[in-house]
């Protein structure tokens, strides 16, 4: 690959728009690993477009990390092809190793060699370079991630979060066709943990870097990604735009996985949706029901889709068992009468007593998904 581009050619005072319909640059065609009779990763398929960062996201085992492994060429799939630019590098009679398919990997410990300088570490990828082009690159790197002021720095001698900057400098300096980020927030502090999400999805988007990263992490992943993968059990559960795989999950999986999920029942009668809450409108719900006219489904909502009251005319829906204080709001978990529990969020100036009978109503202002009972 060339490099011969500065940083500043690609880099706006504004982050790049979302790429939609660019090249694709890295592409997964049913790829399978088993390890035995257990499939880790099962006829996964997905591709990443130039520019873009989407996040493999899932709970532990789900083989994410498996995934990202058969991209970087730790491991070889068992089944199906990995390719890049169009050119398989695992699969179909082919199998690149690690150092030749222009990867980049950012390790969840950061690896930083701890007897070199900031700038020898930034460096350690491109040593082949002409000198000046190398010296060049550190800079614009250094300049990038902030940190042109510790270049003589040993390792031992910065903080976390600037130890992963190093990491990802160095990472992004043979120009990868691909960069992986293996849980890169796992080792940072709650509070360093925020401010690091913002400031590596700068970084990745001036650099114009195609990205993949890896978290079981739910707001990491909604937060940082132009489109979320969620895999469950080695398989694709669902992908797309962090707001729409939150807002229309396509299985109860999904729905739960991603932030606090309840599911009350309903059924269906013509245009109305009758629940324990309350009656819905058909316009309410996400997508037609009509088919499922007279039968039972399940309404996803979440805290902020519902609200407790004292008990209405003396009834209540339930009763509070438990509460949980984040700072400027209550999330309320009740326990309903006709069986099942919702929470609710509240304000902090809102509360209620465990234990005490609340009644609760639907105050969603955006139609609800809906799956049906099985």
């Not at 500065?6 to 997964?28: F, M, R």
């Not at 690896?111 to 570490?121: G, K, S, T």
Request: glycine share 10%; proline share 6%.
């Amino acid at each position: 690959m060339a490099h011969n581009k500065t940083l500043s050619e690609s880099t706006t005072d504004e982050e790049p728009a979302t790429p939609e319909d660019g090249e694709t640059v890295l592409e997964l065609d049913g790829v399978t690993k088993a390890f035995g009779e257990e499939a880790a990763v099962e006829d996964l398929s997905l591709s990443v477009t130039e520019g873009e960062l989407l996040t493999l996201l899932g709970p532990s085992g789900c083989g994410k990390t498996t995934t990202l492994r058969l991209i970087a060429g730790l491991t070889q799939p068992t089944g199906g092809t990995v390719s890049i630019r169009g050119e398989a590098v695992a699969g179909d009679g082919a199998f690149r190793p690690p150092e030749k398919r222009d990867v980049g990997l950012v390790f969840q410990n950061f690896a930083l060699f701890p007897h070199l300088d900031v700038a020898e570490n930034v460096a350690f990828g491109i040593d082949d370079w002409p000198a000046d082009e190398r010296e060049r690159r550190v800079d614009e790197l250094l300049e990038l991630v902030g940190l042109e002021a510790h270049r003589d720095k040993m390792p031992a001698q910065l903080s976390g979060g600037q130890q992963q900057r190093v990491a990802l400098a160095r990472s992004l300096a043979p120009e990868p066709e691909v960069l992986l980020l293996d849980e890169p927030f796992s080792n940072l502090d709650v509070r360093l943990r925020v401010e690091m999400r913002e400031e590596v999805r700068r970084i990745l988007k001036e650099a114009g870097v195609t990205a993949i990263s890896v978290t079981h992490d739910q707001e990491e992943a909604l937060s940082i990604s132009d489109r979320v993968a969620i895999i469950n059990d080695g398989e694709l559960e669902q992908i797309g735009k962090p707001e729409v795989v939150f807002e229309n999950p396509e299985s109860k999986f999904v729905a739960s996985f991603l932030g606090r999920a309840s599911f009350i029942s309903g059924r269906v009668r013509g245009d109305i949706v009758e629940t324990p809450l309350g009656t819905l409108s058909t316009d309410q719900i996400n997508g037609p029901v009509s088919a499922y006219d007279g039968a039972q489904i399940d309404v996803l909502v979440r805290p902020d889709d519902l609200e407790a009251t004292g008990p209405t005319d003396g009834l209540a829906d339930g009763r509070v068992v438990h509460r949980q204080y984040n700072g400027p709001s209550f999330v309320y978990r009740v326990e309903l009468e006709s069986g099942g529990v919702v929470r609710c969020l509240h304000n902090h100036v809102e509360t209620f007593e465990h234990g005490q009978e609340v009644s609760v109503k639907i105050v969603a202002d955006h139609p609800l998904a809906w799956y049906p009972v099985e």
